[in-house]
């Protein structure tokens, strides 16, 4: 996976969430180092049939502010998590069944 930049980030992601329907609420949005078991560990995302997206940034600062980006367009989430390894940024569906 090739990094981009938080303006790519950003527009890819939101156009996922786009295609889906929902409200941007719905959406929660974090960074991390370790896309799978964020997601499907941490998160409990299921790994079929759920709304999910992630990109790779070029740096953890470049993740961090993709990441506040897509926080202030109004998606679910927090700043302040990952380290300087976190170079990941995702996106998922919540549901009843994701944590949150």
């Not at 990109?55 to 302040?80: F, I, P, W, Y």
Request: hydrophobic letters at 35%; charged letters at 20%.
């Amino acid at each position: 996976m090739q990094a981009q930049d938080a303006q790519a980030i950003v527009s890819g992601i939101s156009a996922h969430i786009q295609d889906q329907g929902g409200a941007l609420s719905s959406w929660y949005v974090g960074i991390t180092e370790n896309v799978d078991q964020r997601l499907f560990g941490d998160h409990r995302v299921p790994k079929k049939n759920h709304w999910r997206a992630y990109r790779k940034a070029v740096s953890s600062d470049v993740a961090r502010a993709a990441e506040k980006a897509l926080l202030n367009q109004g998606c679910d989430g927090g700043t302040g998590g990952g380290d300087t390894d976190a170079v990941f940024v995702y996106a998922y569906l919540k549901t009843a069944i994701t944590n949150p």
